[in-house]
């Protein structure tokens, strides 16, 4: 899955995969999680968003299942 560079005090990079429904996000801390089941259009509403952290904790971290990846 090819990792997008993001601008963001939280987020360092973010991927999906369409086909997987899957989204992976990259933190600034160094740990990588992958969110399942999330819908494209999320996704590049997350990309396009002002704040991707914002975004994030609102539309996405309690919303889907996910999973430590590293």
Partial sequence: MQMIPVT???IRSVGYDES?????IEFNSGGVYAYFDVPSHL???FVEAASKGQFF???IKF???YQ???
């Fill in 63 to 65: 919303n889907y299942r």
């Fill in 57 to 59: 904790h609102s539309h």
């Fill in 8 to 10: 963001s005090s939280d």
């Fill in 68 to 70: 430590k990846v590293s």
């Fill in 20 to 24: 997987a429904r899957l989204l992976r």
């Fill in 43 to 45: 996704f590049s509403s």
